[in-house]
């Protein structure tokens, strides 16, 4: 698999964080690893970066450290502000109060 440099920075970047996190929580990478559930191998290779890690293991390392909410904002829906400004033109419905009938 071919990976950009661009989304190769990425990575790096991301694993960086996930090791000063860790550090953060003063944390051996043994430790740290056996609560995720992976290897210190693996750990390794997510604390560098590398893209053949599976998601899975990530999702628990976010929720380890706080921050699984942070896994909605993957791929969350974008906004069409189109749509947002038709929805916000149309007219309400109103309905006439039943205090008139008998």
């Known amino acids: 698999m071919i990976v950009s ?11 960086e964080r996930l090791r000063e996190e860790r550090l953060r929580r003063n944390e ?3 430790i740290f690893a056996g609560r995720v559930g992976v290897s210190i191998p ?9 893209h053949r ?3 899975g ?6 929720d380890i450290l706080g ?8 791929l969350a829906p974008q906004e069409n502000l189109f749509e947002k400004y038709q929805r916000s ?3 309400k419905r109103q309905r006439a109060s039943q205090g008139g009938r008998k």
């Open 5 to 15: 440099d661009h989304l190769a920075e990425r990575l790096k970047s991301l694993g």
């Open 28 to 30: 051996t990478q043994r």
């Open 42 to 50: 693996t750990l390794c290779k997510m604390e560098n970066g590398d």
């Open 53 to 55: 890690v599976q998601l």
């Open 57 to 62: 293991y990530w999702a628990i390392a976010l």
């Open 67 to 74: 921050r699984a909410e942070e896994l909605e904002r993957l």
């Open 89 to 91: 033109q149309q007219p």
